[in-house]
């Protein structure tokens, strides 16, 4: 048997907490999803002003970077034409995200979650997304 360590309700509060705080700083209003260590949905926000559009991206981008460990944004580089996964954009029945603002929640090593968040540039989105797991870490 596998004992496995996952985001709960509570952890993800205190994510969104976070990259909400983050989002109000930088002045752009976010759409930010938490994902458990399945890529199942625990929490979800749309501040007011998040675009609507972004409600499924973050939410993707969150189950792309719990589901496969990885940050979206590093797909997103590798997934360019010549690239070695070149059109992986498209698999997983299209959710699979390979813009930044996704990001795995690491604990001890394992991957115990992740962080989508949509509305700004890839560049703002990581920074919101950094910004709840900096959250969560404090409080570990």
């Known amino acids: 048997m596998m004992t496995v360590t996952r985001l709960d309700l509570n952890d993800a509060t205190v994510m969104l907490a976070g ?4 989002a109000a700083e930088i002045g752009v209003p976010m759409c930010i999803a938490i994902t458990d260590d399945g890529g199942n949905l625990v929490a979800f926000e749309r501040m007011d002003g998040g675009k609507v559009t972004s409600i499924t991206i973050a939410i993707d981008k969150s189950f792309t970077a719990s589901g496969a460990k990885k940050a979206t944004h590093e797909y997103g580089a590798i997934s360019q034409p010549e690239g070695p ?10 959710r699979l995200m390979v813009v930044g603002g996704g990001l795995p929640v690491m604990v001890d090593g394992a ?4 962080i989508g968040v949509s509305s700004g540039t890839p560049a703002q989105d990581m ?12 409080t570990l």
Request: charged fraction near 15%; hydrophobic fraction near 45%; include cysteine.
């Open 111 to 114: 991957c115990v979650g992740g």
């Open 19 to 22: 990259a909400r705080a983050k």
């Open 85 to 94: 996964t070149h059109g992986i954009n498209s698999a997983i029945g299209g």
């Open 127 to 138: 920074q919101v997304a950094q910004a709840g797991i900096d959250e969560l870490m404090a």
